[in-house]
Antibody
Framework: EVQLVQSGAEVKKPGESLKISCKTSGYSFTTYWIGWVRQLPGKGPEWMGIIDPDDSDIRYSPSFKGQVTISADKSISTAFLQWTSLKPSDTAIYYC??????????WGQGTQVTVSS | QTVVTQESSFSVSPGGTVTLTCGLTSGSVSTSHYPSWYQRTPGQAPRTLIYSTNTRFSGVPDRFSGSILGNKAALTITGAQADDESDYFCLLYLGHGISVFGGGTKLTVL
């Protein structure tokens, strides 16, 4: 069974750093790209970026390039999303997703990130 | 910057048929954009409905169908049910590994 299990909710202060994770199982990690999707409160999903876990080729949405860093560690079948300096506007639910044929077939359960002073 | 467009809202009567569309601010949508559709599920991750224009995801009822209509991708719900009331989002592949979601359509069933 394919599973994407994300790390737990985070509460951070503005300016702090954060790295959230997405551990996959049930398939060959290096076969499919892994993406990240942001969902702001009451808004639709936003495509942030995507990584090929095999060679760490990464594509970022222009809206998120320079704002976050996507990475993957194939030795532990896990993808990561990180920030160096969080802002209150980063408060959202973040989903990792498996990409297949340019769509998302499996979703993580989501990680709530709250940034507040 | 190319933006993906969707109707902001739509309503349908129970048992009726509704077609939601997904377009581009510049150019036409084709199968090369690999249109896919997702349904918001409260408290959970979005549910994948349709991919590659018209392929239903596993477990999705056949009252949901996808197509290209004119210069847009389309999601048609035939025989709408009360629990179809939700937000629907399309995703288009724009090339170079990058995709973009539309802003979503709020569907009311009444």
């Amino acid at each position: 069974e394919v599973q994407l299990v994300q790390s737990g909710a985070e509460v951070k202060k503005p300016g702090e750093s954060l790295k959230i994770s997405c551990k996959t199982s049930g398939y060959s990690f290096t076969t499919y790209w892994i993406g990240w999707v942001r969902q702001l409160p009451g808004k639709g999903p936003e495509w942030m970026g995507i990584i090929d876990p095999d060679d760490s080729d990464i594509r970022y949405s222009p809206s998120f390039k320079g704002q976050v860093t996507i990475s993957a560690d194939k030795s532990i079948s896990t993808a990561f999303l990180q920030w160096t300096s969080l802002k209150p506007s980063d408060t959202a639910i973040y989903y990792c997703v498996r990409e297949r044929l340019r769509h998302f077939d499996y979703w993580g359960q989501g990680t709530q990130v709250t940034v507040s002073s | 910057q190319t933006v993906v467009t969707q109707e902001s809202s739509f309503s349908v009567s129970p048992g009726g048929t509704v077609t939601l569309t997904c377009g581009l601010t510049s150019g036409s949508v084709s199968t090369s954009h690999y249109p896919s559709w997702y349904q918001r599920t409260p408290g959970q991750a979005p549910r994948t409905l349709i991919y590659s224009t018209n392929t239903r995801f596993s477990g999705v009822p056949d009252r949901f169908s996808g197509s290209i209509l004119g210069n847009k991708a389309a999601l048609t719900i035939t025989g709408a049910q009360a629990d179809d009331e939700s937000d629907y989002f399309c995703l288009l592949y724009l090339g170079h590994g990058i995709s973009v979601f539309g802003g979503g359509t709020k569907l009311t069933v009444l």
